[in-house]
C-alpha cells in the first residue's frame, strides 16, 4: 500500500501515523519529496481497511497495490481449480454445458427439455424451483416439490443438477437435493448466505451481481472459501449500463480479468445477458473464444407458453445448433466440450 502525506503536514500526526502502521505489524519506507512525501507500507494488508487511514489529516492518499482477496487469488494457488461436480469436470481444460429451463414448470417440461439438451451434448442440467422475481406478482416458482422434480429428471438421465437458493431456510433440502447451488445475481451480496455456503462441502456457481464489480464479485467468493468451501464457480451473466438493446450487457472481458487474477472457473450466462434467444449463439462463441470455462444457457420447448424468461430461451434445435458451433469454437482453443 502506499500512503501520501499531504504537504505541510503537523510532524506530531505523521508520527501517529507511523506509530499506528507499525502497531499493526507493517513496515515503513519512507521517500520525501519536495511537494510530498510518500510512504510505501509492507505487509500483508488483506485484513487491513485501507481507507481508515484517511482519519488521519496528514493522509492525502491512499492505493492499495494488493488485492484484497486471498484465496480466490492466483497468487495464493497457480494453477485452475478444477471442480468435480459427479464426474463431471468445470475448469482446466474442459468446456462445460449447463442447460435447462429458467423455471421448472412441471416433470414434463424439465423431462423434455432435459432429455433434448443432453442429447445435444449439455452435461448438467438447470432449472429454478425458487424464483427471484423483480415483481412479487410474477411466479414464484414451484418451491421445495420444483427441486424434487428436478433431481428426478436429472437422476433419470445422469446429469448433475443445478437450482438457486435464495435464503438460507432451504439450505439443508438443497445439501440433499441438488449437485451445484447457484447463487443468483441479486444474492451475491447476501453475506448471511454466503457464510453458511461456507460450512459445506457443496459446489457454488456465484453469479455476478448486475450493479457489482469484479473486485466486490472476486470478495463474495472469497466469503465462501474463507469459511472453508473452496467449490467456487464464477459465473457472468451480464451487468446493467445504458444500453437498451440487451437486457444486461456481457462483459466479456471478466473473463481474462478473472482468468488472470483468479484460479477459479469461470462461466458465461448470455440467456440472462442478452435477454433476446437470438443473441445467445453469438454471445456463446463469443464467450469460449475469450477462454470461458462453460456455458449456462436456458432451454425451453415452448418459450412461448414459459412461466419465466421465455423471450431469451433457445429452442432444443436451436440450442443443438449452439453446440454444434460450441465444439468447433473450444477446438480453436484447445479446450473439450
Ligand atoms: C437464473 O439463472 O434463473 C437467474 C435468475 O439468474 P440471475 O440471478 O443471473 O438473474
Ligand atoms: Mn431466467
Request: aromatic content about 8%; glycine content about 8%; proline content about 4%.
Given at each position: 500500500m502506499i500512503v501520501k502525506i499531504r504537504k505541510n503536514s503537523d510532524l506530531k500526526d505523521i508520527q501517529s501515523l507511523k506509530d499506528h502502521l507499525i502497531s499493526e505489524g507493517f513496515e515503513i519506507h519512507e521517500s520525501i519529496g519536495k511537494t510530498y512525501s510518500l510512504f510505501g507500507v509492507i505487509g500483508d494488508t488483506t485484513k487491513f481497511d485501507t481507507r481508515s487511514l484517511y482519519a488521519f489529516q496528514c493522509v492525502a492518499n491512499v492505493i492499495r497495490v494488493q488485492e484484497p482477496f486471498k484465496k480466490v487469488n492466483r497468487k495464493f494457488i497457480s494453477d485452475d481449480s478444477i471442480i468435480d461436480v459427479n464426474g463431471v469436470k468445470i475448469g482446466g481444460d474442459n468446456i462445460v454445458v449447463i442447460a435447462g429451463p429458467c423455471s421448472v414448470e412441471s416433470y414434463e417440461q424439465v423431462d423434455i427439455i432435459a432429455k433434448s439438451v443432453k442429447d445435444s451434448g449439455a452435461k448438467i442440467l438447470r432449472g429454478g424451483a425458487f424464483k427471484p422475481r423483480t415483481s412479487p406478482y410474477a411466479y414464484q416458482?414451484?418451491?421445495?416439490e420444483g427441486l424434487k422434480i428436478l433431481k428426478e429428471v436429472g437422476d433419470k438421465y445422469g446429469m448433475p443438477i443445478i437450482s438457486e437458493l435464495m435464503s438460507t431456510e432451504y439450505v439443508n433440502e438443497f445439501v440433499k437435493y441438488v449437485d451445484i447451488i447457484q447463487i443468483g445475481a441479486r444474492n451475491m451480496q447476501n453475506f448471511a448466505l454466503l457464510k453458511e455456503l461456507g460450512k459445506l462441502d457443496k459446489p457454488v456457481?456465484?453469479?455476478?451481481g448486475f450493479s457489482n464489480t469484479i473486485e466486490e464479485w472476486l470478495m463474495s467468493a472469497e466469503y465462501i472459501m474463507a469459511g472453508g468451501n473452496q467449490k467456487v464457480i464464477l459465473c457472468e451473466r451480464g451487468i446493467r449500463t445504458f444500453e437498451p438493446y440487451t437486457r444486461n450487457t456481457l462483459d466479456i472481458s471478466t473473463v481474462p480479468i478473472v482468468k488472470k487474477l483468479s484460479h477459479l472457473p469461470v462461466i458465461i450466462d448470455p440467456s440472462h445477458a442478452a435477454g433476446h434467444w437470438d443473441l445467445v449463439e453469438s454471445l456463446s462463441m463469443a464467450s469460449i473464444a475469450a477462454g470461458a470455462d462453460g456455458l449456462m444457457i436456458?432451454?425451453?420447448?415452448?418459450?412461448e407458453k414459459a412461466l419465466s424468461d421465455g423471450a431469451q430461451?433457445?429452442?432444443?434445435?436451436?440450442?443443438?445448433?449452439?453446440m454444434r458451433k460450441a465444439k468447433i469454437v473450444s477446438q480453436?482453443?484447445?479446450k473439450g466440450i
Amino acid at each position: 500500500m502506499i500512503v501520501k502525506i499531504r504537504k505541510n503536514s503537523d510532524l506530531k500526526d505523521i508520527q501517529s501515523l507511523k506509530d499506528h502502521l507499525i502497531s499493526e505489524g507493517f513496515e515503513i519506507h519512507e521517500s520525501i519529496g519536495k511537494t510530498y512525501s510518500l510512504f510505501g507500507v509492507i505487509g500483508d494488508t488483506t485484513k487491513f481497511d485501507t481507507r481508515s487511514l484517511y482519519a488521519f489529516q496528514c493522509v492525502a492518499n491512499v492505493i492499495r497495490v494488493q488485492e484484497p482477496f486471498k484465496k480466490v487469488n492466483r497468487k495464493f494457488i497457480s494453477d485452475d481449480s478444477i471442480i468435480d461436480v459427479n464426474g463431471v469436470k468445470i475448469g482446466g481444460d474442459n468446456i462445460v454445458v449447463i442447460a435447462g429451463p429458467c423455471s421448472v414448470e412441471s416433470y414434463e417440461q424439465v423431462d423434455i427439455i432435459a432429455k433434448s439438451v443432453k442429447d445435444s451434448g449439455a452435461k448438467i442440467l438447470r432449472g429454478g424451483a425458487f424464483k427471484p422475481r423483480t415483481s412479487p406478482y410474477a411466479y414464484q416458482g414451484m418451491g421445495l416439490e420444483g427441486l424434487k422434480i428436478l433431481k428426478e429428471v436429472g437422476d433419470k438421465y445422469g446429469m448433475p443438477i443445478i437450482s438457486e437458493l435464495m435464503s438460507t431456510e432451504y439450505v439443508n433440502e438443497f445439501v440433499k437435493y441438488v449437485d451445484i447451488i447457484q447463487i443468483g445475481a441479486r444474492n451475491m451480496q447476501n453475506f448471511a448466505l454466503l457464510k453458511e455456503l461456507g460450512k459445506l462441502d457443496k459446489p457454488v456457481l456465484l453469479k455476478r451481481g448486475f450493479s457489482n464489480t469484479i473486485e466486490e464479485w472476486l470478495m463474495s467468493a472469497e466469503y465462501i472459501m474463507a469459511g472453508g468451501n473452496q467449490k467456487v464457480i464464477l459465473c457472468e451473466r451480464g451487468i446493467r449500463t445504458f444500453e437498451p438493446y440487451t437486457r444486461n450487457t456481457l462483459d466479456i472481458s471478466t473473463v481474462p480479468i478473472v482468468k488472470k487474477l483468479s484460479h477459479l472457473p469461470v462461466i458465461i450466462d448470455p440467456s440472462h445477458a442478452a435477454g433476446h434467444w437470438d443473441l445467445v449463439e453469438s454471445l456463446s462463441m463469443a464467450s469460449i473464444a475469450a477462454g470461458a470455462d462453460g456455458l449456462m444457457i436456458e432451454v425451453h420447448h415452448e418459450p412461448e407458453k414459459a412461466l419465466s424468461d421465455g423471450a431469451q430461451s433457445l429452442k432444443p434445435k436451436k440450442f443443438k445448433e449452439l453446440m454444434r458451433k460450441a465444439k468447433i469454437v473450444s477446438q480453436a482453443v484447445n479446450k473439450g466440450i
